[in-house]
Nanobody, 121 residues
Framework: QVQLVESGGGLVQPGGSLRVSCAAS????????MAWVRQGPGKGLEWVSG????????AYADSVKGRFTISRDNAENTLLLQMNSLKSEDTGVYYC??????????????WGQGTQVTVSS
């Protein structure tokens, strides 16, 4: 069965960096676009970033553009999100999601359990 397991969340000070990872299994990872979605405290879901199946194309929400970098290692079935210059508004649960197409960041059909990222001094 499809499994998406996030890791790497934690507490970081404003301006700091953090990298979250997603280990994928149960499907052919190289065939599907992947994305990160987050939910801040008391907020709705926010699409953060997506990457196509081969990793050639990616996109970002305006709120994270220039600070976050999405990547994937298709040999290791791993999705990554490098987060730099973190702000308090980046606080939330970060979910790894699997797209249903190779070249489109949404819609999604599977979600991970999420990893908590807290940006606070």
């Amino acid at each position: 069965q499809v499994q998406l397991v996030e890791s790497g969340g934690g507490l970081v000070q404003p301006g700091g960096s953090l990298r979250v990872s997603c280990a994928a299994s149960g499907f052919t990872f190289t065939n599907y676009a992947m994305a990160w979605v987050r939910q801040g405290p008391g907020k709705g879901l926010e699409w953060v970033s997506g990457i196509t199946s081969g990793g050639a194309t990616s996109a970002y929400a305006d709120s994270v553009k220039g600070r976050f970098t999405i990547s994937r290692d298709n040999a290791e079935n791993t999705l990554l999100l490098q987060m730099n210059s973190l702000k308090s508004e980046d606080t939330g649960v970060y979910y790894c999601v699997k797209g249903i197409y190779s070249g489109a960041y949404y819609p999604y059909d599977y979600w991970g359990q999420g990893t908590q990222v807290t940006v606070s001094s």
